[in-house]
């Protein structure tokens, strides 16, 4: 459960947010003071889970700074009701605000690493979100049991967008992605489908996320 001192600070980053512009969606507002960040960071972070930078999660990952997911969050205009795929779990932390926009229901995130998914797992419930499906799989193929989606969010780098992604999209369905030929290094690149399959490409922020490993990404470090 969050404690006063936890939901103050969140209540202070969520304005900062705000106040530099991060967050202008009201819903997205809410859904950051709704989620309780510090239940997703490890133990030894949690001092710093309201500080605007990202936080090592393990498995060398890492939790975005609030300020980057606002940017994400922002971009994806997520709807009630739409259905969402997250590529690359991490913690849970964007899955979770994900929920609060679209349902918890409507909200399926998937991870490559298998104790990372179970993490995530074990924090989307602690938090309150356990409705959020977490499976584990190579994101780069996106999931095509619950497609089509009418939002695919990657929280991980690839070097282009994979085209199991654009093939699991709903139609005028949105791609929000961090896209670079150089690892750590990015656009992030905001893609709408149109009536004729092909995507409508836009860049956005440049940004810097951990990899996005599968067939369709990077290839696994030895």
């Not at 070097?159 to 150089?182: K, T």
Request: aromatic share 4%; net charge neutral; hydrophobic share 45%.
């Amino acid at each position: 459960m969050s404690s006063p001192a936890a939901a103050a600070a969140r209540s202070r980053l969520v304005e900062d947010l705000v106040g530099s512009r991060y967050v202008q969606d009201p819903r997205v507002r809410e859904a950051f003071l709704r989620v309780p960040r510090e239940l997703f960071v490890p133990e030894p972070s949690r001092r710093d889970a309201y500080v605007d930078v990202p936080l090592p999660i393990g498995w060398g990952q890492t939790i975005s700074a609030p300020s980057m997911i606002a940017i994400m969050l922002e971009e994806a205009t997520v709807r009630s009701g739409e259905r969402v795929l997250e590529v690359g779990s991490g913690s849970g932390y964007h899955a979770a605000l994900l929920s609060c926009l679209a349902g918890p229901a409507n909200v399926v995130t998937i991870e490559r690493i298998p104790d990372l998914a179970a993490r995530a797992r074990q924090n989307l419930a602690q938090a309150g979100f356990e409705a959020v499906e977490v499976v584990v799989g190579d994101g780069s193929l996106g999931h095509p049991s619950r497609a089509p989606y009418d939002i695919i969010l990657a929280t991980a780098g690839a070097p282009r967008i994979p085209e199991p992604w654009a093939a699991q999209l709903a139609p005028a369905g949105r791609i929000v992605a961090p896209v670079g030929p150089r690892l750590h290094e990015q656009i992030l690149l905001v893609a709408r489908r149109r009536p004729d399959g092909t995507l409508e490409v836009r860049e956005g922020t440049p940004c810097a996320f951990v990899p996005l490993v599968g067939a369709k990404a990077w290839p696994k470090p030895d």
